[in-house]
Antibody, heavy 118, light 108 residues
Framework: QVQLQESGPGLVKPSETLSLTCSVSGYSISTGYYWGWVRQPPGKGLEWIGNVFHTGNKYYKASLKTRATVLMDTSKNQISLRLSSVTAADTAVYYC???????????WGKGTAVTVSS | EIVLTQSPGTLSLSPGERATLSCRASQSVSSNYLAWYQQKPGQAPRLLIYGTSSRAAGLPYRFSGSGSGTDFTLTIDGLEPEDFAMYYCQHYGSSLFTFGPGTKVEIK
């Protein structure tokens, strides 16, 4: 059974870089699928941030492209998210996700809450 | 960029009733890449339907999906107490994932 576990600081200061890690168990990320991140601001809907394919190809939401980076570490079977120059608008629960072959998100982590505040 | 619109924003129904949730795309999309998710408070979303009409493993038969082109529907036949939640549609196209704003199904 594939499981995703997010980790990272719960509080980040404005203008700094948010860094999150997702540990994957039950599947080798170098084998296949898209791996990425979705976020949900408090009381709001879901927003896709970006994905990395097992080949290393990366795709991002246009409005976040200049600030977001999704990385794969196959040696640790982890993916990570870096979001630079954060503001209060980046306060959200961040979910690690796997996209199945039909590009639906079939596995989700439990999410990690991040607050941007000084 | 494709925009997904969901209606209604809130659906107030009683247990046992049928829920019909709509997801409309701003332009015609492939039915292969339209999915639905359920989210309960404090929980991660859960995949329900993919490829417009295929049920995720273990999903009760009361959940069904249909549609094509720009109009897609999630139907819940006979609401159970555990079905009252938020529902999101999602599309994949041009290497991008897009979510609709969601429909809340609440107890009347």
């Amino acid at each position: 059974q594939v499981q995703l576990q997010e980790s990272g600081p719960g509080l980040v200061k404005p203008s700094e870089t948010l860094s999150l890690t997702c540990s994957v168990s039950g599947y080798s990320i170098s084998t296949g699928y898209y791996w990425g991140w979705v976020r949900q601001p408090p009381g709001k809907g879901l927003e896709w941030i970006g994905n990395v394919f097992h080949t290393g190809n990366k795709y991002y939401k246009a409005s976040l492209k200049t600030r977001a980076t999704v990385l794969m570490d196959t040696s640790k079977n982890q993916i990570s998210l870096r979001l630079s120059s954060v503001t209060a608008a980046d306060t959200a629960v961040y979910y690690c996700v796997r996209a199945g072959t039909g590009y639906y998100l079939d596995v989700w982590g439990k999410g990690t809450a991040v607050t941007v505040s000084s | 960029e494709i925009v997904l619109t969901q209606s209604p924003g809130t659906l107030s129904l009683s247990p046992g009733e049928r829920a019909t949730l709509s997801c409309r795309a701003s332009q015609s999309v492939s039915s292969n890449y339209l999915a639905w998710y359920q989210q309960k408070p404090g929980q991660a979303p859960r995949l329900l339907i993919y490829g417009t009409s295929s049920r995720a493993a273990g999903l009760p038969y009361r959940f069904s999906g249909s549609g094509s082109g720009t109009d897609f529907t999630l139907t819940i036949d006979g609401l159970e107490p555990e079905d009252f939640a938020m529902y999101y549609c999602q599309h994949y196209g041009s290497s991008l994932f897009t979510f609709g704003p969601g429909t809340k199904v609440e107890i009347k």
